[in-house]
């Protein structure tokens, strides 16, 4: 079984995808591979350069991912220009991964993809799992893990889909709005009703 983890930003994708590590699950972390494609002197990272200027390419070959963030959270025409060239890289990249799993004898391969809904990867997976959160935590955990000011964080969570959208769309959604054991738990029974363990 593919599963599709999924949820909006900072809501606990990563942190349901360690606890699904810890079933043995192998993971594809698409903003793992959105790093991946961006590496120095990679033709990707050289496009973005040619669309938003060459200073967001750092001393060292890398990508600036907190001017290319600045511009893209606030504008959404800048952030299609960017989402343009770097999702056909990401999602090749994605699939190459998850290929390479299930020929190596996986029997399940998680997904982890923060945009499933936005770029409507649905077809990427058998099964949806959503993380969810209310807004007001949401909000307060973005800030304080990305260090960000209250607007900045704002225009982070308006750049996707609202989270009720997702669990509409969601084959289950966990509830991480109380402490990692209450969603452990809610993830050990999903995985007991998918036959997963
Ligand atoms: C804009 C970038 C440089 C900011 O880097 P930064 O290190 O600050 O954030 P990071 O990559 O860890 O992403 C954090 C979260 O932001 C959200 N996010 C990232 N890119 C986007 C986007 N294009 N649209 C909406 N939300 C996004 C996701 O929820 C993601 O989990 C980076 O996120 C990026 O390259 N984005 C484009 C690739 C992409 O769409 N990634 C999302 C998963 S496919
Ligand atoms: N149940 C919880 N109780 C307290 N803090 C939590 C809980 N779940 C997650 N967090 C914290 O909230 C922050 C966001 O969680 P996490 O990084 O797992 O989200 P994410 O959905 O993967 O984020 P992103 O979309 O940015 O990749 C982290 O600092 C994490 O440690």
Request: charged share 25%.
């Amino acid at each position: 079984m593919i599963i599709g983890l999924t949820g909006s930003i900072a809501s606990g994708k990563s942190t349901v995808a360690q606890m699904l590590q810890s079933y043995q699950l192998p993971i594809v972390d698409a903003d793992l591979v959105a790093r991946q494609v961006v590496e120095p002197g990679s033709e990707t990272l050289q496009q973005i350069a040619e669309a938003f200027g060459q200073d967001v390419i750092k001393a060292d070959g890398t990508m600036d991912r907190e001017k290319v963030g600045s511009i893209i959270f606030h504008e959404p025409a800048q952030r299609k220009v960017l989402n343009d060239i770097i999702h056909p890289a990401i999602r090749a990249e994605m699939l190459r991964q998850r290929d390479e799993l299930m020929q190596g004898g996986a029997a399940h391969v998680v997904m982890d993809i923060p945009l499933l809904f936005e770029s409507k990867l649905q077809h990427f997976v058998d099964k949806i799992l959503v993380v969810s959160v209310t807004e007001e935590i949401q909000l307060t955990r973005l800030m304080e893990r990305n260090q960000l000011p209250e607007d900045e964080a704002r225009a982070r969570i308006a750049s996707q889909l609202p989270m009720s959208v997702k669990e509409q769309g969601a084959d289950a959604v966990i509830y991480n709005n109380t402490t990692k054991e209450s969603t452990a738990q809610q993830l050990e029974k999903i995985l007991q009703q998918w036959a997963v363990i």
